[in-house]
Antibody, heavy 124, light 107 residues
Framework: EVQLVQSGAEVKKPGESLKISCKTS????????IGWVRQMPGKGLEWMGL????????KYSPSFQGQVIISADKSTSTAYLQWTSLKASDTALYYC?????????????????WGQGTLVIVSS | SSELTQDPAVSVALGQTVRITCQGDRLRSYYATWYQQRPGQAPVLVMY???SRPSGIPDRFSGSSSRNTAYLTITGAQAEDEAEYYC??????????FGPGTKVTVL
């Protein structure tokens, strides 16, 4: 069974750094992109970016480029989302999800499964 | 435009049919995928590709598309289908985009 298990909730102060994790199991970690999605309180889903663990190639939404760092560790099959200086506006629920496909060479991709989400609260 | 647009909310009587729409230029080239999010839960994939349902998703869910519009239809809506539904699609560079979501209320 494919599973993505995220790290627990975090409460941080503005300006602090943070790295949250998404540990995967049940499939070949290096063969699939992993995505991160933000959901601010009471709001919709926002795609943040993707990482390909095989070579750590990363894509970022223009809205998040330069604001976060997405990384992956092949040795532990874990993806990460990192901030160097948090802001109150980073308060949100963050999900990781595997970008799935039927055919690796197909352009059709979807997110399945999803992690359970990590709540990040940034408050002074 | 690179946006995906959805109606904010729709309602359906128990057992009736509801169709949720998602519009955007990228849908002319790429199929939409659909996610169901119940309150307090992580999103769940309910439709992908031309009209494919993941294992465990009831066959009352179906997908279709025409030009720049994708549709998710629930035929015989059940109480447990009450949720927020988001469409998503990639573009040619592999970037994803979510629609703003449609809240489905089952009356």
């Amino acid at each position: 069974e494919v599973q993505l298990v995220q790290s627990g909730a975090e409460v941080k102060k503005p300006g602090e750094s943070l790295k949250i994790s998404c540990k995967t199991s049940g499939y070949s970690f290096t063969n699939y992109w992993i995505g991160w999605v933000r959901q601010m309180p009471g709001k919709g889903l926002e795609w943040m970016g993707l990482i390909y663990p095989r070579d750590s190639a990363a894509k970022y939404s223009p809205s998040f480029q330069g604001q976060v760092i997405i990384s992956a560790d092949k040795s532990t099959s874990t993806a990460y989302l990192q901030w160097t200086s948090l802001k109150a506006s980073d308060t949100a629920l963050y999900y990781c999800a595997r970008e799935a496909y039927d055919d690796f060479w197909s352009a059709q991709r979807w997110f399945d499964p999803w992690g359970q989400g990590t709540l990040v609260i940034v408050s002074s | 435009s690179s946006e995906l647009t959805q109606d904010p909310a729709v309602s359906v009587a128990l057992g009736q049919t509801v169709r949720i729409t998602c519009q955007g230029d990228r849908l002319r080239s790429y199929y939409a995928t659909w996610y169901q999010q119940r309150p307090g839960q992580a999103p769940v994939l309910v439709m992908y590709g031309e009209n494919s349902r993941p294992s465990g998703i009831p066959d009352r869910f179906s997908g279709s598309s025409s030009r720049n519009t994708a549709y998710l239809t629930i035929t015989g809506a059940q109480a447990e289908d009450e949720a927020e539904y988001y469409c998503n699609s990639r573009d040619s560079s592999g970037d994803h985009l979510f629609g703003p979501g449609t809240k489905v209320t089952v009356l």
